[in-house]
């Protein structure tokens, strides 16, 4: 390993490859800010610029640095304006966006960097030392374990979405689903509930419903009350400037990074899983084990509700390395296009990429590692002018927001109709919204839908019907889980409640 | 009937919908070599809305009690008269003109139209600043989305670039 190590370091620390960490985070940061433009699309983009490199480490050293730049970026547009352009900053916005409100931007934004540092810092040491190992423990898990693992993950992001209607946010789940269901599949070749629509062939396209679920409505409320924008006036913006968390701070979120660090890098290795499973896994596991009244704080701008995610997110991210440089398998979206991009540059990912091309598997986990660091060194500094965004006055912020959510639909599939679902999708999400209905279970149960469903079908396939269910035991225990995760809340809400009465009678 | 349950209605009947395609249309267009198979098009859907079918139901019928406390800074459909919603509207409205008229403006065009409008439906009324600002906005957009990023964006009217 030791000689594996220099190997990368060798790679890593030239000039063209350190300027490609360099610059690959900050454009990754600054059009990642950018609601719309997920490290998926920026991935993309940048594919051509990548082979036109011509190096596979340099080129791979560039995409991995875009990748955690545009979730870094994600993360800074979900506290300021409440409109992740990633599914795996959701999460962030819960805790990020309320803080903001407050006024304390910057100490949102600095908790997320230093989180997000120790993540990927912390995946990247794991990756070193467990690749190998971890590849076989992921090679356990059939399609029948992915699936029983994906409604778990379901059960939990309903089961705290809705903090006592779990009923609401299971429907919404439901929902997003179904929604997944619409167009082609990857399994069947016959398209499905389109109605004869060419445009919903496709189906509905994700950053289209994500920026229709989460940036639409909140652009909205901020027109219906115009002093929910009051951060906006940038009467505040001395308190943004203020980036210093304290001690007692500082010492609260230090074991939840530890923790979600730890527990984010082991869910990214599962593929299917990734960064956005673990962003709501940690946030959920944080808030459930956090003592009664650190748990109310939970929403209203926890830094414990920032820190657990952000961690996740970025040991994930580092994670869902681990199954594409030692398997070929990407665990996610983003890591499937950066599959791509191998191929296209004549590298064939798997087992034997260690053995015949050491200098590349080193030099990307060398590199990041330099990532990380160069996103802490060149994002804490940039911090108090990211958060000028705020300062912005209403009157241009709102069309900016409005125009962003447009374009991000727009650029990603190219079609005119997209923007039309856009408004639809998001006039009923602002309705949603009124009615207390959790918006992000249906937006991650359209995220994991067409993998749930591919993994129920391959088991199925395999066992003849549901036998899997019962003849795998791993599978089973996952199941239950997912059942105690939905019955839990409502099962202590009532016991308390009884309890409560039970006080009012003197009993 | 509040909100919440009305719009569970509203998703039951789109699940009753579904739930037909799923049940009694769909597997009719199925080559009769896959009807072997253990997993049809239709059998996910079928589990999904049966699902949702009984959770709609439960909240139509008002099974679940929703708890009462109601942060007063957040949105509040109580509160609705107090809020701009002309202004939402009219927006949303801009927002659908620019999904149509993208294509035939052309993107600078549209972009700036809209940011100019959307500015004046806000109540903005400093026309230089935000025809200044709407102006360099469109353009810089244009210049990284297209020529630094390479993703076309037909910048001009169709009429003058020919179709």
Known sequence: MLEGLLTGLATAFTFTNIMMVVGGCLIGTFIGMLPGLGPMSIIAIMIPVAITIGDPSAALILLAGVYYGAVFGGSTSSILINAPGVASTVATSFDGYPLARKGQAGKALTVAAISSFAGGTIGAILLMVFAPALASVALLFHSSEYFALMVVGLSAIAAFAGTGQVGKALLMTFLGLMMATVGEGVLFNAPRFTMGIMDLQSGFGFITLAMAMFALPEAIFLVLDPNRSKTGDGSDSGKIKNLRITKEEARSITPVIGRQSLQGFFIGVLPGAGATIASFLGYAVERNIASKEEQDEFGKGSVKGIAAPESANNAACTGSFVPLLTLGIPGSGTTAILLGALIALNVSPGPRLMVDEPQIFWAVIISMYLGNLVLLVLNLPLIPYIAKVLAVPRNYLIPFILFFTLMGAYIGQNNATELLLLVGFGVCATLFRFADYPLAPLLIGFILGPLLENNFSRAMQLYDGVGFVWERPMTLGLLILAVVLVVLPGYRARRARLRAEGVADGD | ?163
């Open chain 2, 1 to 163: 009937m509040a909100l919440d349950r009305w719009l569970a209605l509203v998703i039951l009947l789109i699940c009753l919908a579904y739930g037909y395609a799923a049940y009694f249309t769909m597997d009719a267009l199925l080559p009769p070599i896959m009807k072997r198979s253990p997993i049809w098009p239709s059998s996910f859907p079928k589990v999904l809305v049966i699902g949702s079918i009984l959770l709609s139901l439960s909240i139509v019928l008002g099974l679940e009690k929703s708890p009462e406390k109601k942060d007063a800074a957040d949105i509040n459909l109580s509160r609705l008269r107090e809020y701009k919603v002309g202004q939402a509207i009219l927006l949303l409205g801009l927002m659908v003109a620019y999904a149509l008229l993208l294509r035939p403006l052309g993107f600078l065009a549209s972009t700036f139209l809209f940011l100019t409008v959307g500015s004046y439906i806000l109540g903005e009324r400093r026309y230089g600043i935000m025809i200044i600002v709407a102006a360099i906005a469109a353009g810089t957009v244009w210049y990284l989305v297209d020529v630094v990023l390479g993703i076309f964006l037909s910048p001009f009217p169709l009429f003058l670039t020919g179709g």
